[in-house]
């Protein structure tokens, strides 16, 4: 008879170690290597063009779906997600204060992961493009930017207590991740509009502003996920993962 190693009397911790800084850096090195490769082949294809590219690019394009930079961020967003969960779950339980707003961060970025790879947001540009009476120039080239601009604003509204009263470290880095994030889906976004209305979507160059775009996206990730680890470790006396019967 086998004698179990994880004997009642005996039991082995397990126990993983994160250091939410180093594995930041390790996340970010890797969005720099994917944004490199997806240039590189769009480059190839643009600037000194090889037949039958698009094989390649539909896997490493950063602005593709179901890419592999697609699905990289598809795993942080959800990561980011389950956290929040864990964490709104905790304040409810504890009855502390705004259990609500991290129940909404969870619920939000839930569907920014199925947004990855869905694209759910640009199903808005037709019907906004009929709203605003056709295709808007410049930076609402994009039309989907109008109600996410509207939704942004009144989400910073419902958020602002929220952030006044989370410790100072945590504030500075969930804004550093808002303005990384806000700045690629909004700001590179407006720019790449602006781009697309007069050269079209079809060039390097938009290329080049759509990849700062889906790298800036990455870093906002990453950068909320370790402050996420980071209040985890600092806010909670003990983490626990019970499996039950």
């Given at each position: ?78 990561v ?62 994009f ?15 419902f ?5 006044i ?12 991740a ?13 720019l ?54």
């Open positions: 008879m086998s004698q179990n190693p994880l004997a009642a009397n005996d039991r082995s911790k397990f126990r993983v170690n994160i250091n939410p800084k180093k594995l930041a850096w390790e996340l970010e090195a890797i969005s720099f290597i994917l944004a490199l490769v997806s240039l590189s082949v769009r480059y190839l294809k643009y600037k000194a063009p090889v037949d039958n590219m698009a094989s390649l690019i539909s896997v490493v394009d950063m602005d593709t779906e179901l890419s592999i930079p697609s699905i990289f961020s598809f795993i942080l967003l959800s980011a997600a389950a956290l929040l969960v864990l964490i709104a779950a905790h304040m409810k339980k504890a009855q502390a204060r705004h259990a609500a707003q991290w129940y909404v961060l969870a619920a939000g970025f839930a569907f920014m992961a199925f947004d990855e790879g869905a694209s759910i947001h640009e199903l808005l540009m037709a019907p906004m493009g009929r709203l605003l009476g056709g295709s808007q120039p410049g930076i609402f080239y039309t989907w930017i109008v109600p996410a601009l509207a939704g942004i604003a009144l989400l910073g509204l958020f602002v207590r929220f952030i009263d989370l410790p100072a470290k945590t504030k500075r880095a969930f804004l550093l808002a303005a990384l994030y806000l700045g690629g889906a909004v700001g590179f976004e407006m790449g509009g602006e781009l697309a209305s007069v050269e079209g979507m079809k060039n390097f160059n938009f290329c080049i502003v759509a990849t700062i775009e889906e790298l800036l996206e990455l870093s906002g990730t990453i950068v909320f996920l370790s402050a996420l680890l980071a209040y985890i470790r600092e806010q909670f006396q003990m983490v626990l993962i019970n499996i039950n019967r």
